[in-house]
């Protein structure tokens, strides 16, 4: 009676993965390409390439599916984010490598696109889709490549309902100037509080390095306790004792190369709202006395979008 039972058993649980590998089958045999030559000539790849599709599954669900020529390597994957960035399309993750599975669960995923408004400065357009796993409702990796294929999960409006974001507002919120002042020509967005603090948000379209400047001088002015990235001079001097005790230093950027390079130390992070491909500097000032604690804290974010580059986004909290 036991070998019975444990053959029952065996035989419903292959019979169980066999009808879970045919839906997978199935699901893939019955997908039909939808018409969408914006997405297509959007998500083009910079590598020799047998097709270009935007697919949709029997449930609805789309992809756009990228047939490659040659097999996939993470230097290919590199070169093509760069060229989808340069177009606009922000993808705010990262690709797995491995067959597209709606389990793949993270705390974040989101693929952007932004555009000028022609005759509205200073204001973009974004189109944003967040595909979630059906069952979890979390965000999945949606951007997966495997062997010759790219597979990236896409919502059904995605590229056709936009949302218009002022970047420098007309009105500015009426309150009281941070401690260390606001950047020169800075234009306050919005304004929020926690605990005995608060964190004010401005725009600039001056350099990266200028700002930088100013408000390493504004800190050092006040505070006597200031950080800021590393300078190369740092650096170097780092590398030096390194050397006299023979250990090997970790490669790191000074601030001068990272200011120099935008695409140094880039990563996914909200500007302005909008989840986009950037780089955050952090500069604080600190004050401690017998029975209280000051500080100043400014960050300092660029996008790498082209169309979002030449906007600084000035985040200041302070207490």
Not at 21 to 42: G, P, T
Not at 89 to 101: D, E, K, L, R
Not at 258 to 268: G, V
Request: charge should be positive; charged fraction near 35%; include cysteine.
């Amino acid at each position: 009676m036991r070998k019975i039972i444990t053959f029952s058993f065996l035989f419903s649980l292959i019979c169980l993965s066999f009808s879970t590998l045919a839906c997978d089958i199935s699901w893939f045999e019955k997908e039909k390409e939808v018409k969408d030559e914006y997405l297509k000539k959007l998500f083009l790849p910079n590598i020799p390439y047998e097709s270009v599709k935007v697919m949709e599954d029997n449930i609805g669900r789309r992809f756009i599916v990228i047939k490659t020529k040659e097999k996939i390597t993470n230097k290919m994957l590199n070169e093509y984010n760069d060229l989808l960035l340069s177009r606009g399309v922000n993808i705010y993750g990262t690709f797995h490598y491995g067959v597209f599975s709606w389990q793949k669960t993270v705390t974040d995923f989101a693929i952007t696109i932004t555009r000028k408004i022609e005759g509205e400065p200073d204001t973009i357009e974004i189109s944003e889709s967040v595909v979630k796993d059906p069952i979890k409702k979390e965000p999945i990796v949606a951007a997966s490549a495997k062997g010759k294929e790219i597979r990236i999960a896409i919502e059904s409006d995605f590229g056709k309902t936009w949302k218009k974001i002022k970047i420098i507002s007309d009105k500015e919120p009426a309150v009281p100037e941070p401690k260390i002042g606001r950047y020169p020509g800075a234009k306050l967005k919005e304004v929020s509080s926690y605990g005995r603090g608060r964190m004010l948000v401005y725009v600039s379209k001056d350099s990266l390095k200028e700002i930088v400047n100013y408000f390493e001088k504004k800190l050092k002015k006040i505070y006597k306790k200031v950080s800021i990235p590393q300078k190369k001079e740092e650096l170097l001097k780092i590398y030096e004792e390194y050397e006299k005790i023979k250990k090997p230093y970790r490669y790191a950027y000074s601030l001068e190369e990272r200011i120099e390079n935008p695409k140094l130390y880039a990563h996914p992070l909200k500007i302005f709202g909008i989840r986009t491909i950037s780089q955050r500097f952090d500069l604080e000032g600190s004050l401690e006395t017998s029975t209280e604690y000051y500080f100043s804290e400014v960050i300092l974010k660029r996008s790498i979008d082209p169309n979002l580059i030449n906007y600084i986004e000035i985040e200041i909290r302070e207490n």
